[in-house]
DNA sequence: TCGGGACATATGGTCAGACCATACTGTGGT
DNA sequence: ACCACAGTATGGTCTGACCATATGTCCCGA
């Protein structure tokens, strides 16, 4: 008889299993603490080592992080720290060429372009501000290091104004994959002055509620940034 | 003097920072083999367990498949399955409420749009078949279980029109993210009629190459579907 | 009473070694 | 040529030990 070959549920895995059904039934949220290691592998009768590697999991995935030591703080915490996730998975994924950066451009665009469409009601002072101080810091930055630095909070901004929580994250994660070849790229440049001038004109058109100029403005932003596949801009 | 607290450099993010070298520097793609957990454990002077958690960490995010045995598929080998990352990550983060399903169905909106309106060069003979048969199929669908498998066909394969990766992969996981809700939608909504005129519609638009009234007919299928934070449908 | 230092303790981080489960590989007999 | 079986490489798991870190605790002296 030809049966399925049943790969059998590894002992770290029903660890994460476990979990998630505690975080679910108990209604754990970020914050509460977890029980620690020998006391979880105890309770799960599982080698002390599989909860660790359930943790490394959880931890790699942004829900949990782990400190020593003593008191409120040590020990296993939950957390929402999606980016760093993202950020890890895009950065091994374009090294094995499983993406491109054409594709995680695109995927900017794509993002930016959605977050200004869908300001109306997330465009708040305190995110106008942002924006406005992260132009005047890019006007006075002393190099291409530091003047990423400004754009990169610029972009970011822009994205918050999609009021979602997973196109931030997103964001944050494209951001930080093509960090390295913007600098190189600006450097290159050598002036930002077309760059400053797409960022004023984003800027305007998000101030003033004009989505579709927004996204225009974004549009060629980004085509000059990404002039071809092989160097990306801010 | 109060530096800041640096925090020391674990033994497994070692392991993967040498990993993620080798595959840079050796050129490393996917379909290679890493060395074995104790061979790797000796050259990078660790322990196996460290090597263990590395690769726990890696195959979470995508990058590596573990198979026992003996032969040319045992051992560590190089995969590009960043969807099932995905997925772990949005899960696990919709049950802490880090994330809302109305930040998921908006975010799906947000690629289908796009996918239609850059689907020219990408929509391919194969890639219709395969909405013509994703819908012939979710006709003659005898569950709600079964009319959701082939409705989730049908909007990864509108998402393929996109010729990007990264959303194909993303629409993997936001859609594995909604299966639960969208078969208890269905069956709850019982008729399927309107759902399956949205769909038409979507596809005749894609088929004639028409961007923006496909786009308008995913806006009013997916409004539909999604009529509530509460209740998603596909 | 108050401060500070020494010790206790809880928690994660790492290692070594053992054993099991799995699945090919090679060998030898038929 | 085929097939059965032993060999072996590989991941999966457990145990126990020890280190590193950071807090709690307690006692002593000013």
Do not use: C, K
Request: zero cysteines.
């Amino acid at each position: 008889m030809g049966w399925e070959p049943v790969r059998r549920t590894r002992a770290f895995e029903d660890v994460i299993a476990q979990i998630e059904r505690r975080i679910a039934e108990d209604g754990l949220t970020v914050g509460d603490r977890l029980p620690g290691e020998r006391q979880l592998a105890e309770q799960l009768r599982v080698g002390r080592s599989s909860v660790r590697e359930a943790m490394r999991v959880l931890e790699t995935l942004g829900v949990v992080a782990s400190h020593a030591g003593r008191g409120p703080d040590a020990g296993a915490v939950l957390t929402a720290r999606p980016a760093g996730a993202l950020a890890d998975l895009l950065r091994l994924h374009v090294g094995l060429s499983s993406l491109s950066m054409r594709e995680v451009a695109e995927t900017r665009m794509m993002i930016e372009q959605w977050a200004v469409r869908h300001a109306a009601g997330h465009a708040t002072p305190d995110r106008l501000d942002r924006l406005r101080a992260a132009l005047a810091r890019m006007e006075r930055a002393g190099s291409a290091d530091e003047f990423v630095l400004h754009d990169a909070e610029f972009h970011l901004t822009i994205a918050e104004l999609s009021g979602n929580r997973l196109l931030t994250a997103t964001m944050h994660a494209l951001r930080a994959t093509v960090q390295r070849h913007a600098v190189e790229a600006v450097e290159r440049l050598g002036v930002t002055d077309p760059l400053m001038a797409d960022h004023r004109r984003i800027y305007e058109a998000v101030a003033s509620g004009d989505s579709e100029e927004a996204a225009a403005a974004i549009a060629d932003h980004l085509t000059r940034a990404y002039p071809d596949p092989q160097g990306p801009t801010g």
